[in-house]
């Protein structure tokens, strides 16, 4: 799941190469453990059946019992899952002032609805219960939201806000200028911590839960009680004046940060790089120390207790530059586990060193942060002879390769997954057929959307998280002209190239849409080609050519990006899912043939590479050798073109 790439550019493609040995976990690998100890390790399943009632879309709703029980198990089986760590909805509606209005409310009363129903926790404890799998409660302390209109600005797209805090917003962290950082804890307000630890030994007990993960996301990053505020991050070092820090800090060190213009983002004098501004960083992350202690002591040892923290030595947007002591908490053993790779909040990429951040795993920017086979080198042994598992947290999708990783690898013990889907996904490992080649490579599929809202696509091997641009392939979907509701659905084949664009080299999409618009509930045919020959790519629907786009000149394929093909899904993350019918999916190293109807495959076409026909199967016709077909979801089916089976997708909201 973290890659370190090695790559040359030849005159007619980039070449990249994705090892795990390349990663540094190689050396780690090598040592491999036992087949025992293997088999132990496990997975951990993040959960919130709020999100995926409002949001998911057939049996992932989860609107019943037997639909949780549905989704936990094949969760479960397909990825290897041990925990279950589950985010429940009862503190919020029990302890905030929640917004009735926008996405919020909305998404509330459909959870309100399906309370009345059932109970989802209950049915999530039983699931657990029956399947061997440990219940934990998914807890965020430093969510404690924000008015509907903070500071006067226009109401905000997600309003909740703390009951507490409302009566008492000094139990949240302040600046110099004694402005609040709405949601945000000041943990060294024993009243605070004391809050937060009832409430947790309070919850684990009424939801009869095996432990609690320690949250530290949180959504109260971008507002504060500042009338002169603009809706934006903070700077990293604006927050952390609680009085009890700076008593604290006063009678260490004998200074005054209150007053000491060293302390102050805003003024002149301000020395980030000093040894008295890195000590008060340290100070607010032993803060953090005192309340994970304080949360073990009250949930007693027969409790689980899993933290959630950065990979680098700070904890990030939104809370700021606070001072992490791996060293410190992996000694103490507080933790049964740690997941490493969270980020606590929202700060835009571009704006997070320009506001002090020194290191940032949040939304991709990874700065100043080791990759996650660094921190075992420095610090498994440490954490397995203090009995604390190690859990990287999933930034992409998880491969059957992955597994075999962490179990050859000591100190791993598996990933925090949480992008989930039950949508059918028919997935082929990389190979070299899968990609553009440089003489013609068409992909074509004949589909049926249903109407919706969310398009998602239809084949795909593109992943705009991988570094360096390299996994950026192709797609093939239908997408609402200009990616907007409302105006008409058209086809698009899309393809990353690499060249001169805009007067320097860089990657660039190159996005052919189809003149004419597509129906919604009908088969149709959709099929691009990339014709390095005549250097052009070129579009059709149902057997005719709609489109034309020129390859630019000295522009060449990325071709051979090492994303899985997936079907039915993007493949940087599985949960955009197409929505409606895949008949037949077919890849050839051959142009597509105007025939001027939608085309009746048999898979023995010259240059078919990998042919599809979902005849009441997801099992390819012709796949590939040295490509490793894998099968995720559940299995539906509507009918086909002529009268057999095509794979469903069920139909998200409209």
Known sequence: ??????????????????????????????????????????????????????????????????????????WAKQYNIKIVNWRFNDEHMENFSMSTKGYVGWQMREYDAMRKRFDDNKAGLAVCRKLGLKFILNFTFNDGGWPERPDGNPRVYYCYQDKALIANPELQEVDKRGVYHYGYLDLSNPAARKLMVDRIVMWCKRLQADGIYLNTRS???????????????????????????VAEYKKRYGIDIMTDE???????????????????????????????????????KDKMLVLSLPLGNYMGSSGGNIFVDHEKILKSGIADGIVLGVSSGYVPINLQRKLGYLSSEAHEANYNVPTFAEYLKKYGKLASDNKVKLYSNQKTVFRKADQKVIEQTPHHEGIAIHLLTLQPHPILSDSADLRPAQGVFSAEAVVKPYKTDRLGEILSKYDHRVP???????????????????????????????????????????????????????????????????????????GKLENTVSIPENAVLTQNNTTDFTIGCYSGSRTA?????????????????ERGSI????????????????DGTVEPQVKPADSEFEFIGIKAFGSGVKGGKALEYAKAAL
Not at 51 to 61: H, I, L, P, S, V
Not at 224 to 231: H, I
Not at 577 to 593: K, Y
């Open 1 to 74: 799941m973290f890659w370190e790439i090695t790559y040359s550019i030849s005159i007619l493609y980039r070449r990249r190469i994705m090892n795990w040995k390349k990663l540094g976990l190689g050396a780690l690998a090598a040592a491999a453990v036992s087949v025992a100890a293997a088999a132990e390790k496990g997975n951990m399943l993040s959960l919130s059946l709020g999100d995926m009632y409002a949001t998911g879309r057939g049996a992932e709703k989860m609107d019943s019992p037997e639909a949780v029980e549905l989704g936990i198990s094949t």
């Open 219 to 245: 959504h109260s990053g971008v507002y504060s009680q500042d009338r002169n505020y603009k809706p934006g991050p903070h700077h990293a070092d604006r927050f952390g004046f609680g009085k009890n820090l």
């Open 262 to 300: 060293r302390f102050d983002y805003t003024s002149k004098n301000f020395a980030p790089q000093s040894a008295e501004v890195e000590n008060w960083r340290k100070l607010r992350g032993e803060y953090f120390e005192i309340f994970y202690k304080e949360v073990r002591e009250a949930l007693g």
């Open 468 to 542: 360096r641009d390299m996994g950026r392939g192709w797609a093939l979907t239908c997408q609402y002209e200009k990616y907007k509701k409302g105006n008409p659905m058209r086809a698009l084949f899309r393809v990353n190239l690499y060249g001169r664009f805009n007067n320097r080299m860089q990657h660039k999409d190159i996005a052919v849409w189809s003149k004419s618009a597509l129906k919604f509930d009908e088969y149709v045919h959709i099929g691009g080609t990339v014709d390095m020959e005549k250097d052009e790519i070129r579009l059709y629907v149902n």
């Open 577 to 593: 899912t197409f929505s409606g019918l895949i008949d037949s999916v077919r890849i050839s190293h051959a142009p597509i043939v």
């Open 599 to 614: 085309p009746s495959y048999t898979g023995k076409e010259a240059g078919t590479k990998v042919f599809y026909r979902f």
